[in-house]
């Protein structure tokens, strides 16, 4: 638990001391990435500090131009270890309750992330839509097609939001495998203990050659890439060698 306070009190201070500043400086020049990499380093710093260390592979894997990143979601404490492994600026889709926190909000919305309601299905194609946008003007997106973290750390079914979006964009889905973080830091737990955590780039699946039609290929072909790259812990209860 003291590591968990250590990272909400010295992070907070950190948003606080640098934050300001830096929203000025991004809202004057409309240039977001000293702000981007400056939260994404500073949260990385403090999670290294407390004993947790990120493994990353597979960065050579990553097309060059934009693309969608899909990751499996089973932790707290693995957004940041996936963002701080992404070698881009990305924007992500996120919980529209999170656009409410001061600085933090005004940093989400410079830089592009958008707000999803997945409980509304009109608000979250609505927000499919507007990243579609992003993405096609050149933004590249993260998001987890789980929905919610999984409860026991094993891959969840996918909801069809993020293929709807890599179809209508038209850009590659790149699989992005996340190990370990649950026993870092539990589902609906405030204790963070020290170990690795593992992220893995898979082979790009290119969306553009799939119809809206044609989602719930994409879907499965994602899924099973993803499921049979986890370790045996991880996977669905049905893959082979999950038991």
């Not at 919610?148 to 209508?168: H, M, N, W, Y």
């Not at 799939?210 to 790259?229: I, Q, W």
Request: net charge positive; hydrophobic share 45%.
């Amino acid at each position: 638990m003291l590591r968990t306070i250590f990272i909400a009190v010295f992070l907070s201070l950190y948003i606080l001391i640098l934050g300001p500043p830096l929203l000025l400086y991004t809202l004057l020049t409309r240039h977001i990435d000293p702000l981007y990499w400056m939260g994404i380093k500073g949260v990385m710093f403090f999670v290294r500090a407390v004993g947790v260390r990120v493994r990353v592979e597979g960065t050579t894997k990553i097309p060059e131009g934009v693309c969608l990143f899909v990751a499996n979601h089973t932790s707290s404490v693995d957004a940041p270890a996936v963002v701080g492994a992404i070698p881009r600026r990305i924007a992500v889709l996120v919980k529209g309750s999170l656009f409410k926190w001061p600085i933090v909000g005004q940093a989400f919305t410079l830089a592009r992330f958008i707000p999803v309601n997945r409980k509304d299905r009109e608000s979250a194609m609505a927000s499919v839509e507007k990243a579609a946008e992003a993405m096609r003007e050149g933004q590249s997106f993260l998001i987890y097609p789980e929905g919610t973290r999984s409860p026991d750390g094993r891959l969840q079914e996918f909801k069809k939001g993020a293929f709807v979006l890599a179809i209508k964009a038209g850009v590659p889905v790149v699989p992005v495998l996340c190990s370990g973080a649950q026993r870092v830091m539990a589902k609906q737990s405030l204790e963070i203990h020290p170990g690795e955590i593992l992220v893995e780039f898979l082979e790009p699946i290119d969306a553009s050659k799939y119809t809206l039609e044609e989602r719930d290929a994409l879907l499965e072909r994602v899924n099973s890439a993803m499921a049979a790259g986890l370790p045996p812990d991880q996977r669905p209860g049905s893959s082979p060698g999950s038991a």
